[in-house]
């Protein structure tokens, strides 16, 4: 069974600090990412993802995230981030079947101004 | 374009009461469709999916059960609602491998 690890659940930050989410995952096929966001009292929405080719994959709002195959890793990074993109930030594992995605515990992301 | 409506956003139930949360898709056919439970500090976990009409999974055994009269309808369901049913439920449907979600349902049992 395919598993998410998000190594923190909760992270503070300034403005312009860099930012990197730390996910890992387990699973024995191919897999499709994900990073998806979740604003206070939004819907959860797609900020990235990666299928195939290049490992490093940019999202919206100035997010990317790199694959590393040989790590089992999908880390989010922004070089700055702002005080909008305090959220919850999910990782998540898809190996293209029909029974969805597996997300991670989420990340809660706050940025002080 | 294809949009996916989830209602009610909010509900407070008290426990033994029975439950009925829809989900409606738009814009596509025969899509697969997803109920997720969020929990605080747990993430978001697959309750059930489907991959057409009357075919459902369920990924882990609980008090609830799901059901998908038509191809783009899905409905959540209990019968007698447990204190720890609590959570915020999202549905989602899916192109594969990627999924859509809808805003969600805050659920509270008291």
């Known amino acids: 069974a395919q598993s998410v690890s998000q190594h923190n659940h909760h992270v503070i930050l300034s403005e312009a600090a860099s930012l990197e989410l730390g996910c890992n995952y387990s699973y024995g096929g191919t897999v499709n990412l994900f990073w998806y966001v979740q604003y206070p009292g939004q819907h959860l929405q797609l900020l990235l993802k990666y299928f195939s080719g290049d490992p490093l994959v940019k999202g919206i709002k100035g997010f990317e995230a790199e694959f590393i195959k040989s790590k089992f890793s999908f880390n989010l990074r922004k070089p700055s981030v702002q005080w909008s993109d305090t959220a919850e930030y999910f990782c998540a594992v898809s190996g293209g079947g029909a029974d969805g995605l597996t997300f991670g515990k989420g990340t809660h992301l706050i940025i002080q101004p | 374009s294809q949009t996916i409506h989830q209602w009610p956003a909010t509900l407070v139930q008290p426990v033994g009461s029975p439950l009925s949360l829809e989900c409606t898709v738009e814009?596509?056919?025969?899509?697969?469709l997803y109920w997720y439970r969020q929990a605080a500090g747990r993430g978001l976990q697959l309750l059930f999916y489907s991959v057409g009409i009357g075919q459902i999974s369920s990924e882990v055994p609980q008090n609830l059960s799901a059901s998908r009269p038509q191809d783009r309808q899905f409905i959540l369901s209990s019968k007698k609602l447990l204190l720890s049913d609590s959570g915020f439920y999202l549905c989602a449907w899916s192109v594969l491998p990627e999924a859509f979600f809808g805003q969600g349902t805050r659920l509270t049992v008291v």
């Open positions: 814009g596509t056919s025969n899509p697969n």
